[in-house]
């Protein structure tokens, strides 16, 4: 009896790290089907790249440095990330109606949220840089971020903001 307890117990936590395991490869996944399809719009692609781009980063720099992180960090990461520029692409869109500067305030709460909250603090600026720096970018984000707490900052900023 015990042991098939154990078994069951075993079987429950294998199935729900499996399960966590796959929303930072599905979100990898659904970016890097976009980047291929030719019928995706050149929008939807430059902001899948970024997404890819982002989710690479963090698993080299992950390496690079010898750290261990579990699969939540990997999730949080990737789900943050989405929920990230989504959130970026409606609030500008409604900032866009109602003034320019509006508009301009919010894309500053993002890009400052993505700046000012590192996750690595990588010290090669041009590389973690590289998307805020290109003027065309419809993600002008860095890449060196703490998605989670840069989707905390900037969501509650951009509520206050286009109160």
Not at 52 to 71: C, E, F, H, P, Q
Not at 113 to 141: G, H, I, Q, R
């Amino acid at each position: 009896m015990k042991k098939s307890i154990i078994t069951m117990l075993l079987l429950a936590m294998a199935t729900v790290c499996t399960q966590a395991q796959s929303l930072y490869k599905t979100v990898y996944d659904k970016a890097t089907a976009v980047v291929n399809n030719p019928a995706s719009s050149d929008e939807e692609v430059q902001i899948s790249q970024f997404k890819v781009t982002a989710l690479n980063y963090i698993t080299m720099m992950v390496k690079k440095r010898g750290m261990t992180k579990d699969s939540y960090f990997y999730d949080s990461q990737a789900v943050n990330l989405t929920s990230f520029v989504t959130d970026f692409q409606a609030n500008l869109e409604k900032a866009r109606n109602i003034s320019p500067s509006k508009r301009t305030e919010i894309l500053k709460i993002y890009m400052e949220a993505s700046k000012f909250n590192p996750l690595f603090k990588d010290t090669d600026k041009e590389k973690v840089n590289c998307y805020v720096n290109d003027k065309s970018t419809l993600t002008p984000f860095c890449i060196d971020t703490d998605w989670e707490k840069a989707y905390d900052q900037a969501t509650t900023l951009a509520k206050a903001a286009l109160k």
